[in-house]
């Protein structure tokens, strides 16, 4: 059995003003999943770290039809931000935001929080250490039938 790895991590639950505040910040994902997640990369960490920050889908998620994959988030922060209606509405597209450090960079989570409010503008709802191999499997095991968001939130408060 693999041996867990615990990783600093901040997350936020997905509200209009959060997804206003990554477009207006972030810009465009770097990267889009058919699964609904909206990735950044951006070297804003502590000591210049590279964080990744995702957008994690509700569970079960489905693409609103007549939406690309790769213009979802951008139609979505454009529609919240000018009080337009969205090709859905939030609460059927994305639970929450998660921010730590890429490519198995490692950070004290006090630190993660911090420079992770000061590059947003938003401070987390919850920030510690979490098992992402063992939100990952369970994940895998539903095909995607729970909320990471949930997951991590969970782990958190435990």
Same mark, same amino acid.
């Given at each position: 059995?693999?041996?867990?790895?615990?990783?600093?991590?901040?997350?936020?639950?997905?509200?209009?003003?959060?997804? +206003? $505040? &990554?477009?207006?910040?972030? #810009?465009?994902?770097?990267? @889009?999943?058919?699964?609904?997640?909206?990735?950044? =990369?951006?070297?804003?960490?502590?000591?210049?770290?590279?964080?990744?920050?995702?957008?994690?889908?509700?569970?079960?998620?489905?693409?609103?039809?007549?939406?690309?994959?790769?213009?979802?988030?951008?139609? +979505? $922060? &454009?529609?919240?931000?000018? #009080?337009?209606?969205?090709? @859905?509405?939030?609460?059927?597209?994305?639970?929450? =935001?998660?921010?730590?450090?890429?490519?198995?960079?490692?950070?004290?989570?006090?630190?993660?929080?911090?420079?992770?409010?000061?590059?947003?503008?938003?401070?987390?709802?919850?920030?510690?250490?979490?098992?992402?191999?063992?939100?990952?499997?369970?994940?895998?095991?539903?095909?995607?039938?729970?909320?990471?968001?949930?997951?991590?939130?969970?782990?958190?408060?435990?």
């Amino acid at each position: 059995m693999a041996r867990s790895r615990l990783t600093a991590a901040c997350v936020w639950r997905a509200t209009a003003e959060l997804v +206003v $505040a &990554l477009d207006d910040r972030f #810009g465009e994902p770097v990267d @889009a999943y058919v699964n609904g997640s909206q990735v950044w =990369l951006r070297d804003d960490g502590p000591g210049g770290i590279t964080i990744e920050w995702r957008l994690h889908p509700v569970a079960g998620f489905r693409r609103p039809e007549g939406t690309g994959t790769y213009e979802l988030f951008d139609s +979505v $922060a &454009l529609a919240l931000a000018t #009080g337009g209606t969205p090709a @859905a509405p939030l609460e059927q597209l994305w639970d929450g =935001l998660e921010a730590f450090a890429a490519y198995g960079g490692e950070t004290e989570p006090a630190l993660l929080a911090a420079a992770c409010t000061e590059s947003l503008g938003i401070a987390p709802d919850a920030g510690g250490l979490v098992d992402h191999q063992t939100i990952g499997d369970r994940w895998e095991h539903t095909r995607g039938g729970v909320s990471v968001v949930d997951e991590l939130f969970r782990q958190l408060s435990g």
